[in-house]
């Protein structure tokens, strides 16, 4: 990619989300690397909140709506926003919209923002045509599609190819890499013994590869899966697909002690 002007270089909102903000924190600044390698000028919104994802999943559309149109307020004067989630970025595309569908003059607006609001490796690929530096770090790692990036948002080859970019890392195919590993926000805390089945079943596909490595793109999502591994005592380190472009793979995993112990 050719050197840009500052006039030129895109104006971004990096829309960090609850659960990187307090989780993991390190996510947040492998996207805003990512993001100022590709040639971005990044902003990190202060008053972002949360996008109201929980609200609307559990049928409170009132606080949903109120939250949504917050984060219009905050987030409508950039031309791009970028979150490392397709959980977060598609609730704003989808469910903004559809909480002001009877609403014209914030329906307009939410549809603007929705239009201008993209998955970090969605936006890397589809709208940046970024190729990352190589890193190189050896290890078999495998991939988990989130739902809410797959199928709200069809993010499925962008995180693959640019994954690509770290040499030494052998991708291999995940059974079921598209079936919820029963994380689903709220549906984990209304219905756990479904959601610990769901995951168990999750955790037996990954540790079937002989992966070393668990990436995919929704910290929740992530949590969800390195927990039950460790908790049947799996070696499998759990990543988000950021740390892996961002040459990141060799500090602690999701889940793992700063020492890189597991709890």
Known sequence: MQ???ESERPRVALFVTCLVNVMRPGIAE????????????????LDQTCCGQPAFNSGDEA?????????????????????????????IRHDYPHTFRDDP????????????????????????????????????ATYHDTCSGLRELGVHDQPR?????????????????NVCCGFGGTFC?????IANAVVEEKAVAVESTGADILLG????????????????????????????????????????????EKP
């Open 3 to 5: 050197a840009q002007s």
């Open 30 to 45: 492998a996207t805003r690397d990512l993001l100022v390698a590709a040639g971005c000028d990044v902003e990190v919104p």
């Open 63 to 91: 606080s949903g709506r109120a939250m949504a149109r917050h984060q219009i307020e905050v987030l409508e004067s950039y031309p791009y926003v970028v979150a490392p989630s397709g959980s977060c970025a598609g609730t």
């Open 105 to 140: 003059a914030w329906l307009r607006r939410a549809e603007d923002l929705a239009a201008r609001t993209h998955e970090i490796t969605s936006f890397l690929v589809d709208v940046m045509d970024f190729h990352p530096a190589p890193t190189r770090f050896a290890a078999k």
């Open 161 to 177: 190819r640019l994954v690509g970019s770290v040499e030494g890392l052998d991708l291999v195919p995940l059974p079921g890499n």
């Open 189 to 193: 805390v209304k219905y756990p013994a």
């Open 217 to 260: 793109g929704d910290l929740g999502c992530l949590m969800n899966m390195a927990g039950k591994l460790q908790r049947r005592g799996s070696p499998v380190r759990v990543f988000h697909t950021v740390e892996a472009i961002a040459g990141r793979l060799g500090t602690p995993a999701i889940g793992e002690t700063p020492t890189g």
